[in-house]
């Protein structure tokens, strides 16, 4: 099956690609981008694995959807796409950054591109979502590829950090080995969770500190 994605991504994922969930995932995105209005834009969908290829991986974080409102989402969990305001999460990852790494200058905009471009994977568990309607693509097949791709990237590797944040990226994360990947968890960013453990976890010095501990060049938060 031919699908459109970065080319190192498309040799580790062959498989995948031709597996039947698969199949049946790819005609339903097909029919939701030809009736609804989706996010993000079609040529969106697998910007993660355009921004960053397999072999340049030194980060993963998890995401759940993309934003469900008009011009958000730009394929990259988390991220907003130039000029848009940023949402409250992103706010709050933000703020811990400048508590983390105060030397770090401030964020010029919500487009994370600027990690991606940098070895940081930023996935979400699904990767398409109805204008309006949080989790509307979830159970579709979108968490069966993302786990793949959480699979690959643990066995295929070593000395990833993966940034687990809040109770669905934990759960999710299980399938990680710990004795060759440094697993970071703490809460959510949510308004509704940040005070409960995402304020003070520290994890953008970690990461760093962990990365130069193999000879990884530090990403440039």
Known sequence: MSVKIEESWRKVLADEFEKPYFHHLIAYVRGEYATATVYPPGPGIFHAFDACPFEDVKVVILGQDPYHGKGQANGLSFSVADGIRTPPSLQNIFKELQSDLPATPPAPNGNLDRWARQGVLLLNATLTVRAGEPASHQKKGWEQFTDAVIEKVSAGKQH????????????????????????????????????????????????????????????AW
Do not use: M
């Open 160 to 219: 990833v950090v993966f940034i687990l944040w809040g109770a669905s990226a934990q759960k999710k994360g299980e399938v990680i080995d710990e004795k060759k990947h440094l697993v970071l968890k703490s809460a959510h960013p949510s308004p509704y969770a940040a005070d409960r453990g995402f304020f003070g976890s520290r994890p953008f010095s970690k990461t760093n500190d962990y990365l130069q501990q193999h000879g990884l060049p530090p990403i």
